[in-house]
């Protein structure tokens, strides 16, 4: 049985640092892409990071480009997130997408089209507020 767990969220103050976790258990972690995406109330879900696990490449949303760090140790995909700020409260997801396991699209470019994910898990949610 597939799953993705995500954990880590809470309640953090603007500038403060994250660690989210996704543990993955029910298939092969190197035959997947692994996103994260975000979405908060109201707003579209929208992709935050993605590592291509077979090759080790990583993508970043623009916004996020410097602050979050996305990697891997054996079945748990990390973001670490530094510098929140309070318009990145949302709930936190991660998926995995297998045909193909890349997070770009034929051009090459970082591709964080949610449909294209097979397996998600539940989320955690990130509040930045003071």
């Known amino acids: 049985q597939v799953q993705l767990v995500e954990s880590g969220g809470g309640l953090v103050q603007p500038g403060a640092s994250l660690r989210l976790s996704c543990a993955v258990s029910?298939?092969?972690?190197?035959?997947?892409?692994i996103g994260w995406f975000r979405q908060a109330p109201g707003k579209e879900r929208e992709g935050v990071s993605c590592?291509?696990?077979?090759?080790?490449s990583t993508f970043y949303t623009d916004s996020v480009q410097g602050r979050f760090t996305i990697s891997r140790d054996n079945a748990t995909v990390y973001l670490q997130m530094n510098s929140l700020k309070p318009e990145e409260t949302a709930v936190y997801y991660c998926?995995?997408?297998?045909?193909?396991?890349?997070?770009?699209?034929?051009?090459?470019?970082?591709?964080?089209?949610?449909?294209?994910?097979?397996?998600w898990g539940q989320g955690t949610q990130v509040t930045v507020s003071s």
């Open positions: 590592i291509s696990v077979s090759d080790g």
């Open positions: 029910g298939f092969t972690l190197d035959d997947y892409a």
């Open positions: 998926a995995a997408k297998a045909q193909p396991s890349l997070c770009t699209d034929s051009s090459g470019d970082y591709d964080p089209f949610p449909p294209k994910y097979d397996y």
